[in-house]
């Protein structure tokens, strides 16, 4: 694919179909991952990659819990809304707005909440964990690693969702994987083959350059 083409068709995709990734596939992608730049070449990242009978068996924990209102407890801390600059503020309340209007306009509302108590119905889960001590230039360094890893999954045709809710319930996480607390489950990705869902119709905007951009000459 064209670059551009790759970057116009990455999206959070929330709802995958029952086709599993070739298990090449997933290693490839994550090959391409690791080119991402970090602090002096620091490579921080630990992935683990679930599918299969593990995949299955987070899934079915994850439902559990959520339909039971388990709070999450997540190992970095949520931020409030009020942590956001009053930008971000407007800009997570479009989002909502223009969600909210997509599935009302469908009679599909419930299919959010069902995408998230579901994981999605990924193919894949992709964990991105960083070993303790954690610092923020590794969380940064994490957030180039996973958009590059997305962008090689369009690049095969395969859709993501970087999602908080795959990283809800990390003890269960580590328990399911051997890890101790010294794994930090910072952020999920899933992975899949696009389903024709409502859900995954719906594009979320951007704000125009001009209002985030300076240029100086
Ligand atoms: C850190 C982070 C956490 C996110 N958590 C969720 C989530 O829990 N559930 C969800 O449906 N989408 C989640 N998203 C997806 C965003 O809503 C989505 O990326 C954003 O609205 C932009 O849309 P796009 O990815 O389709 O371009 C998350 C994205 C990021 C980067």
Redesign the pocket.
């Known amino acids: 694919m064209e670059f551009k083409d790759v970057l116009q068709h990455r999206?959070?995709e929330?709802f995958f179909t029952d086709q599993q990734i070739a298990p090449a596939t997933l290693q490839e992608i994550v090959t391409d991952a690791k080119q991402a730049p970090s602090w002096a070449n620091a490579q921080p990242w630990q992935v683990v990659v679930a599918t299969g009978k593990t995949l299955a068996e987070i899934k079915r924990g994850h439902l559990e819990r959520s339909q039971r209102g388990v709070a999450g407890n997540t190992d970095m801390p949520v931020a409030h809304r009020s942590e956001w600059s009053a930008a971000s503020r407007q800009n997570m309340a479009t989002?909502n707005g223009e969600l909210n209007r997509h599935l009302l306009a469908a009679d599909a509302q419930a299919t959010?909440g069902q995408?998230?108590d579901r994981l999605f119905n990924a193919a894949a889960l992709v964990y991105l964990v960083l070993r303790e001590p954690v610092n923020s230039w590794a969380i940064f360094d994490l957030g180039a690693f996973s958009q590059t890893l997305m962008l090689s999954a369009t690049d095969r045709g395969i859709q993501s969702?970087?999602?908080?809710?795959i990283i809800r319930y990390p003890d269960a996480l580590r328990k399911m994987f051997g890890l101790d607390q010294t794994s930090r489950f910072i952020?999920g990705i899933a992975l899949g083959y696009r389903d024709r869902a409502v859900i995954n119709d719906f594009?979320?905007s951007r704000v125009a350059s001009s209002e985030f951009l300076t240029i100086r000459d």
């Open positions: 999206h959070a929330r989002f959010y995408s998230q969702i970087p999602a908080y809710e952020m594009r979320s």
